[in-house]
Structure formats: structure tokens, C-alpha cells
């Protein structure tokens, strides 16, 4: 069985959601005997747009260390398109790679992913040119590979499944990893909201890694619940090698919110339900670690609120340094307006960090040993990072399920689920 | 006779360094070493030593029909001992021609004189202290940081001892009147006020290197021209300047230097005016009319006020945060700490958080080393964070024994902890002073 899959760069490239499910589906996918024809876009700035490099799997920037990837890289194609797309990219943030690109700048591979996610909803022109001509990349691709179906991650290549799929007559499996209503709430995007939805209908199945992202799909998009299944997304087991020395040096607790700034993470339901807290409790400091665009409104809060001194922010963090930011954490909180699925607290977990997560989060429906509360209930959210400072039996207790449950929570177990939904079709044809 | 004052201002903040939240607790370093070490040596070779030299031949040359004045805040005299000491030898010889006044301000380039009269004072005398020391006279004019000044200040000022005070002249305090005459404070006639000519000290500070300024090139022979064209009742121009303007915001290669060499033979020659200190001046002029001040002002910007430096939510936040440890530092007696302190009251730590000039690229004046007011914001909170964790370790002793002889409570204890640290307040000061001037 041989797909052709649409997807992102791999760690340590990457910093979102996106990769590391992309990173992690694809690694299973391999242990259960899938053959995968991998095509992401990756910039590089001196090419012409529009060429494709069949990069030797050898050469795949993942992580060489990975055993898993060396077993199976015989099974895989890679195939890097030049393409300026990122995963949360918008018009703002693609137009800025551009012009870097133009000036004779190439764009810094860890700029595009981390540090800088413009998220002012409004995507332009520019980009969605830049989707359909990834599509009609797409489409050289598929007529010059052999495979059984065809893998779409997200909407920016939706297009380019759905080109793939015109042309070679293959079924469609696309995959849900976040909507427009997550990422904008009501004031959705209705360009990228089409795409979503074309790309959907063209479909032959719907993978959303939660229960809420496939209702949004089914109730906002129209798609037939048939048509619609759940496959949630696992976590990657701890590095053991590398075990981080880390010491604590300060004295009080540690309360930490980690993600990218923008609407769709909450921030600052955190900040008001920290002003809460601390109103009560002056042993204790809240960290925000990220970046994003609504990182100053969020500083200018904190200030306002005259808490700057016990409230602090980190910027973005990367590799070791989220490890760390785990490491001294004592409560871990995903304040999510919308979370299709949230990887981070089960990364906290697997760092025996009690985690608050808002019901809102599609992680939300496979975590037992979290603390849910409803977004916008800031009081209860200060309940229950009060309660897990001071209730020395709660975290205890968090701590001790939590970490076997997420240790349960495996990509194997989603792999498998999706070969199976590769497999039916297989058996249709 | 009329006069021309020329104020020089030096200052250089201790600039922070990229202080990250994984350092609070346990560094406490937080200076930029390398940065400011640079900055100053640049400076050195670029504008200070030329332009003493400059003055110097001046003064040679003139002798007492040429006097200038300066004003370097405590923090910069502390970085030119500690990276250019031949900038300090050479204001001693400056200093020991007689000719050379030193003002008077806070040590630690603060914006103090805002928010505690304590810690204004505290500061003042450091800074006498200082120049006492280095250059063996006791300043007697004053200088507030930034020229920021109202009728308070100047009430605070009079009480440190000085009767003379150069400060900004905006058009919306003194509307139709003329900068170029002595005033004094309408609260204490007693405080006379030098008013800074901001048309002429800028059209030197920041309009000559400009070449599509309509006026450039600006020669001596123009401005002794303009200086001649000021109305007939003008007693003394006050050009009021940073020292930087010579050889680093106007390079060498502008004729700065140039303009500076010459501007006092061609006014010798061609006008009625020399060149004066602010002291002579205001033992020299009657004051021509009270100034009622009531809201603070200083020489930055359009709006001349605060603005500046206080003028968001993140500035106000930081700088209340600050002065909210006054009172537990100044129980301490570690050195180190009150280094600290002085050090991160420098008013350019709120200067850097300012957002009134996003696009304008007058920040970068100062060596701004930050991207953003936001980047300044976080990393001057770290520290601040680290510096508070010291504050509450290190004054622990004082304030434990005050919370014992009272109940457990906070409130309490912190309100009976505020007597006993304002007694220890004084002492703390004159030992600190006592100890530099040993030096």
C-alpha cells in the first residue's frame, strides 16, 4: 500500500501542532507497513517556484537519531516542493517571506516556523495564488508517481489533493487538524472556509483528530457524518537519552501557559485568571512562553494589571528550552478557545506536570487525569491553579495517573486506525 | 553685555543585558559588559576627547570671556572611570581652568525627583558627592535629569541648596514671553530659571548635519548673525545641548567640530555677546518675571512633558514596581544592592519602553539595544523580578525583627516595618557618601 501525502517538515524544524502530528502519523504510518510518497513545501529562495527536488530519504531533515526512520526509509519518498508555505502562514507573514526572498534573504528556516506567527486572519491574494500553484505542483507529482490513495494535511494543501485526485482517479483522505472557526472564531476567512469545504467534498473520507473538530465539520461545513471520522492524535514517548539537568531557582511556584499568542490559544483568559490568583496568593509566579500577535496586548494587560512583577514573559522557546519551561513548572494551563486537539498538555504530563485544560480542546475528550474548565471561567481556572498549589494531594494525584495515561496515548493506536481507514478503500477497489 | 550659556549634557545608561526568565533567582549580573564598554570607548574617541580638546584651546585662548558648563550624570562618570579614565583626566583640566562649571544632578540619572523626595535627595548628594571628588568643586547650579522641572521640583531643589536651575522653554509655559531672559519660580522667587533656547540649541543639536534643512550649511558667521537678529532685550541665550551632538549625532566629518572651534571668535568679533555659566548668569541678571510650572516639563519631544519616560501603561508599571522596593533598599548595606538600585532608575530603561515613536527612528540615538518597548518591557521586568528577590533576602534581618516584635500578620508588620526604615534611611546615605569621598 502506497500513499502520496501532503504534509510538513518534521522536527526540529518545526515548532506548531501541525508538524509534530504530521512528524508523528507519519512515523507509525511506516511501523505498520504503509508506504509513503512524503511531498512538503520547504523554501529555499534561489530556485525558480515551482521545482521539485526528490530529496534522497537519507537526506530527509528529520531526526537521524530516529530508529524508526532509519528502519523504514526504504519506504518512503520524500519530496521537497519550493513553496513559500508555511503552516500558519497569512497573508502578512507570506508577503514578508517573499519580500526576504526577493531582497536575497533566504528566509531563515527557524523564523518561518517559530518565532513569528502573524495571525491577523486575513489572508490575501498572495497566498491563496501560492496554494493553487502548490496544486498544480501537485498534479506533476501525481502523474509522475505511482500510489494507492492520496493524504491531505490541512487546508493549504487541500487543493493539491484535490488536484491529485482529479487526475489520477485515486481516493481522497483529508485530514482535519484545525478549522477556520478555530483559528478565527466567527469571523472566519471565506477563501480559506471554501477551500476547506471543496477540499472536504472532494473527499472521500474526513479525518478529524477530535469529536468537536468533526462536529464543526459536519454542522458548519455540511459534510455528510458518514463521511466524517475521529482519529486522535497521539504523543511522542520522553526522550530518555537526554535527560535535561535542571534546577529550580526560584522559590515560588511556577504556573505556565506555552503556545502561540493569537485568539485561538486564549491568552488572556490565563492573564485574568492569574490576576486572580495573585490577588490571593503572593508566592507564586505565572510565565507566558510564546509569541504571536497578540503578544503585546497581552504585555500592555499584564501591565495595566500592575502584576509585571509576577507575571512574566519568555518570548518564543524552542528545544531544550520547553523542556526546561516544563521542568520547573508546577501547573500547566491551556486556556484554548478552540483547540481541535492541543499536544502540549499531554507534553506537560509526560514532564509530571498537572495540567488545566479548557473544555474546548478536543484533548479535553481522551485526558481523564486533567483539570477541564470552560474557557471563558477565569474563576475557575484561579480555582484550580489555586487548588493544585496548595491541595498537595491533587497534583500528587495528577501526577501519578497522568503520567500513565499519556503514556497510553500513543500515534501507534492513531496509525493503526488510519491504515485502517486506508485499507477499506483498498478493499472497495 | 549679553550672554551666551552653553550647557553640555553626558550620560550613558548601564544598558541591560538580554536578561532571560531562566536567570531570575540565580544571576545577578545584569549588565551589558561588552556593550557598554564599547559604547563608551566609541563615544570617548569620537566626541568627549575631541571636543575637550576643543574647549580647552577655547578656554586657553579666551580665558574667563569663555565659560561653558556641563552636567554628566553619576552613572557615566562611573563608566568613563571604569572604561575611559583619560576622558575623566581630561575634565580635570577642563575643571582646572576655572572655567568649567559642574551642575548638579541626580547620580543616577533617575526620575526620581517624580515620585520620592528621598530618593531625589539621596541621589543629589551622591552625585555631589562625586563631583567633589573627582573635580574638587561642589556644584551650584542644578540640572534635572532630562531638564524635567515644576514648581515642586523646584521647591525640592531650593531645599537641597542650590537657588539656580536650568530647565526646558516650551512655548506653553512661557507663551509670549522670551527664553532669553532669567526667571525665577513663581512658588519661590527665590529659585531663579535659565529657560533652554530650543530654536538655536537645536538648530546646532539636531538641524546641522541636515542637508535639506533650508538653512544648511551652518556656519559661525550665520549663527552670530541669528544671535545679533534676537530682540534687542535679549540678556542671555541658553543653548542647551547633548555632548554627543559633537563628533557622534554631527560626525567629525560634518564640521562640527569645526563650527565649534570657531563659533567664539566670530561672536567676540562680530557681536556684544560672551560666553557665561548658568551661576554667572543668575549673579549676573535680575529675574524678569516669576514662571508658574504646576505640571512637570522636560526637553523631550513636541510636548516637552514626561511623556517620554511615563507615559504608557508598561512605563508606569515598571517604574511603580521599582519605587515600590524603595523602602526595604534603603535598609540594606550591601553596596552592591544600592549600585543596583541606582542603576536601574536610570531614566533610559523607561525611555527604551516608550511606544510614541514607532516609526521614527529617534530611539536609536540613545543605543537603544532593544527591538521593541515590548522586548524592553520583559527584559527589564526580569531583572527587576531577580533584583526584588535580592531586596526581600538581603533586608530580611531589618524587617524581621520589626515583624516579630509585632503579630504574624503582613499588613501590619509592613506598616510598622516602614518607621524604622526611614530612620535607617539617612544614616545609610551619609555612610555611602562618607565612603566615596574617602576614595
Known sequence: MKVLMFGWEFPPHISGGLGTASYGLTKALLKCGVDLIFVVPKAYGDEKPGSIRLVNASDISIDIQDEVFKEYLDKMSYLEVDSQLVPYATEEEYFRIIENTQKGFTAEKGSIHSSKFEFSGGYGKNLLEEVKRYAMVAVSIAREHDFDLIHSHDWLTYMAGKEAKRITGKPLVVHMHATEFDRSGESVNKQVYNIERAGMEAADKVIAVSHMTRSIVINRYGIHPDKVVTVHNGVEPPQTEKDLEIKRHLDEKIVTFLGRITFQKGPEYFIEAAYKVLQRDDNVRFVMAGSGDMLNKMIRRVAKLGISNKFHFTGFLKGDDVDKMFAISDVYVMPSVSEPFGISPLEAMRSNVPVIISKQSGVAEVLKHAIKVDFWDIDAMADAIYGLLHYNALPETFKKYGKEEVDNIKWDQAGEKVKEIYQEFLRQS | ?439
Not at chain 2, 549580573?29 to 584651546?57: C, H, T, V, W
Not at chain 2, 560626525?251 to 551661576?279: A, W
Not at chain 2, 527589564?380 to 534581618?397: P, Q, S, T, W
Request: hydrophobic share 35%.
Open chain 2, 1 to 439: 553685555m549679553k550672554s551666551i550659556c552653553f550647557y553640555f549634557q553626558i550620560h550613558q545608561p548601564f544598558r541591560l543585558r538580554n536578561y532571560r526568565f531562566f536567570d531570575i533567582g540565580h544571576k545577578h549580573d545584569y549588565f551589558d559588559e561588552y556593550a557598554n564598554r564599547f559604547i563608551m570607548q566609541q563615544l570617548a574617541e569620537k566626541s568627549y576627547l575631541p571636543a575637550n580638546e576643543i574647549l580647552l584651546g577655547l578656554i586657553k585662548k579666551f580665558g574667563n570671556k569663555f565659560r561653558v558648563s556641563f552636567s554628566i550624570s553619576g552613572v557615566a562618570l562611573e563608566q568613563m572611570e571604569k572604561f575611559t579614565p583619560e576622558v575623566i583626566d581630561s575634565f580635570k583640566q577642563l575643571a582646572s581652568t576655572g572655567n568649567v562649571e559642574f551642575l548638579a544632578e541626580t547620580y543616577g540619572h533617575s526620575l526620581a525627583s517624580l515620585k520620592s523626595k528621598q530618593e531625589f535627595f539621596r541621589q543629589v548628594k551622591l552625585h555631589e558627592t562625586k563631583i567633589k571628588m573627582l573635580f574638587g568643586v561642589k556644584p551650584k547650579a542644578f540640572r534635572n535629569t532630562e531638564l524635567i522641572y515644576n514648581d515642586d521640583i523646584g521647591n525640592h531643589i531650593f531645599e537641597l541648596g542650590y537657588n539656580t536651575v536650568i530647565t526646558e522653554g516650551p512655548k506653553h509655559i512661557l507663551g509670549w514671553k522670551s527664553p532669553n531672559l532669567l526667571y525665577c519660580s513663581a512658588s519661590n522667587p527665590k529659585v531663579k530659571l535659565l529657560m533652554k533656547n530650543f530654536q538655536l540649541s537645536d538648530d546646532i543639536a539636531f538641524r546641522f548635519s541636515v542637508r535639506n534643512w533650508s538653512e544648511w550649511p551652518l556656519t559661525a558667521e550665520k549663527f552670530t548673525g541669528w544671535l545679533n537678529a534676537l530682540d534687542s532685550k535679549t540678556e542671555v541665550v541658553n543653548l542647551f545641548m547633548d555632548y554627543e551632538t559633537f563628533g557622534e549625532n554631527h560626525k567629525k566629518e560634518t564640521g562640527i567640530f569645526d563650527f565649534l572651534k570657531l563659533l567664539p571668535q566670530v561672536v567676540f568679533d562680530k557681536s556684544r555677546f560672551v560666553f557665561k555659566t548658568p551661576s554667572d548668569v543668575a549673579a549676573l541678571l535680575q529675574p524678569a518675571s516669576p514662571l508658574h510650572i504646576p505640571y512637570p516639563i522636560s526637553w523631550a519631544d513636541e510636548e516637552r512633558d514626561i511623556t517620554a519616560w511615563l507615559g504608557n501603561e508598561m512605563q508606569n508599571e515598571a517604574f511603580n514596581k521599582l519605587y515600590d522596593l524603595e523602602e526595604k533598599v534603603n535598609t540594606c548595606e550591601d553596596k552592591g544592592m544600592l549600585s543596583d538600585w541606582e542603576k536601574l532608575q536610570v531614566s533610559d530603561h523607561f525611555y527604551y519602553m516608550s511606544t510614541k515613536w514607532f516609526s521614527d527612528g529617534t530611539v536609536t540615538k540613545n543605543f537603544n539595544p532593544y527591538n521593541s518597548p515590548y522586548d524592553a518591557f520583559i527584559n527589564y521586568m526580569n531583572v527587576l523580578a531577580d533584583f526584588e528577590i535580592r531586596v526581600k533576602k538581603n533586608c530580611e534581618g531589618k524587617t524581621k525583627v520589626t515583624a516579630a516584635k509585632t503579630s504574624g500578620r503582613k499588613k501590619v508588620s509592613k506598616k510598622v516595618a516602614e518607621k524604622p526604615g526611614k530612620t535607617a534611611k539617612k544614616p545609610v546615605a551619609r555612610k555611602k557618601d562618607g565612603d566615596s569621598a574617602k576614595k
